[in-house]
Nanobody, 128 residues
Framework: QVRLVDSGGGLVQAGDSLTLSCAAE????????MAWVRRAPVKERDLVAA?????????YYSDSVKGRFTISRDNAKNTVDFRMHDLRPEDAAVYYC????????????????????WGQGTQVTVSS
């Protein structure tokens, strides 16, 4: 069982930066993957970044955030950070940290349905 606690959301202006953090209580097994998933009002949840908990640090980014957002992990601290730059009004959403047991050396889950463990979410609001 992995418990995730999200933090770092807030109200920012367009063009600003913000860093979200996810603390895992109980170290995720080495084969897990971690992701950030966002949900805006009346929209489907959208997995925007994912990374393996161990091994390769190659990450997945959705086209909507590629080049602006960076996911990283700190295995010693059991944390996953999400640095967001050049925020836009369309980035406004509740952001959730999530963990998946369906990862492996050759496979990184990029579908939110494959993530079983979720943080409580942190709100990001971007004013134009």
């Amino acid at each position: 069982q992995v418990r995730l606690v999200d933090s770092g959301g807030g109200l920012v202006q367009a063009g600003d930066s913000l860093t979200l953090s996810c603390a895992a209580e109980g170290q995720p097994p080495s084969h897990y993957a971690m992701a950030w998933v966002r949900r805006a009002p009346v929209k489907e949840r959208d997995l925007v970044a994912a990374i393996r908990w161990s091994g390769s640090t190659n990450a997945y980014y959705s086209d909507s955030v590629k080049g602006r957002f960076t996911i990283s992990r700190d295995n010693a601290k059991n944390t996953v950070d999400f640095r967001m730059h050049d925020l836009r009004p369309e980035d406004a959403a509740v952001y959730y940290c999530a963990a998946s047991p369906y990862s492996g050396p050759q496979y990184l889950p990029v579908d939110a349905a494959e993530y079983n463990y979720w943080g409580q979410g942190t709100q990001v609001t971007v004013s134009s």
